[in-house]
């Protein structure tokens, strides 16, 4: 199987062209190149498909093997990948995901793809549509015991759900030990994305996230705008706000008019490969 391992700020993933490929038994698949010790290594795998709906499918698959439907590093990294290997010569373009089809604006620089603009679409925040197990009509900065700690939760859902907690000091949360058990907490039927997120001002938060079936990585596009949105809700923030991850910034605008995230940031090739599935 022919590759390119990309990553945006961090947030990596092995990519393969399915216009030209084709994969078996694909959650198999994922869970073997991401291994990073007997793998390629990497956060998960994505496929770039035909669409007859966009003008590619972005099919993605998280390091442990399950399908997910959304990622806003990955996405920005498919935009380069079409543009720089030739697959399309169009620098605003749609993209098919499980969770609608988005739109991207590429940044071309000297023939190459240096960073996307991605329209991530509106927030949800009705709880059964996250999904979320509660009565209210939102969750916003509601409790939730975790172990034999409460926290206050924020819900969104930015095609894949998103708990936002708000921390005074991101380096120290146990993320190891509390990351697992809001993923797989009663409250979350499809599981959860937790973002651990320190107000800096209004314009700057710190994240650090723990990704349902990938554990920490370094930085979570969908998880950016998420919390962007919780920080809004709440209070806390401006419209516009850079976030800073682990693996680098992304750049965050919400759009009240027409109820719409826009995120923006780097995508990145790290090498081209071969790898034998046998």
Do not use: Q
């Not at 439907?69 to 990955?74: L, P, Q, R, T």
Request: proline fraction near 4%; charged fraction near 25%; charge should be negative.
């Amino acid at each position: 199987m022919k590759f390119t391992k990309m990553h945006g700020i961090g947030n990596d993933y092995i990519y393969v062209d399915c216009t030209k490929e084709v994969i078996d038994n694909i959650p198999e698949t994922a869970i073997k190149v991401s291994d990073r010790h007997y793998g390629v290594g990497s956060d998960g795998l994505i496929l770039i498909r035909s669409s007859d709906k966009a003008d590619f499918m972005m099919d993605i698959y998280n390091y442990d093997g399950s399908r997910a439907k959304m990622c806003g590093n990955g996405i920005r990294c498919v935009g380069k990948y079409v543009y720089d290997y030739g697959l399309t010569d169009k620098t605003n373009l749609l993209i098919e995901t499980l969770s609608g089809i988005k739109t991207l604006d590429l940044d071309v620089v000297d023939g190459k793809v240096e960073s996307v603009t991605v329209d991530m679409g509106a927030p949800i925040l009705e709880p059964s549509k996250i999904p979320v197990k509660s009565n209210l009509d939102k969750i916003i900065n509601e409790p939730i015991m975790v172990g034999d700690e409460e926290f206050l939760i924020t819900c969104v859902s930015m095609g894949n759900p998103h708990g936002v907690v708000f921390v005074e000091d991101t380096k120290s949360i146990p993320l190891e030990t509390l990351g697992p058990l809001f993923e797989n907490h009663s409250m979350f039927p499809d599981r959860i994305n937790t973002e651990f997120v320190r107000i800096i001002d209004r314009k700057n938060i710190d994240m650090r996230v723990w990704e349902r079936g990938s554990g920490e990585t370094l930085a979570c596009g969908t998880g950016a705008c998420a919390s962007v949105v919780a920080c809004i809700l709440n209070g806390l923030t401006d419209n516009e706000v850079t976030v800073h991850l682990l693996g680098g910034d992304l750049k965050i605008r919400y759009d009240e008019k027409e109820n719409k995230v826009f995120m923006t940031g780097p995508a990145v090739t790290v090498f081209d490969g071969e790898i034998d599935l046998k």
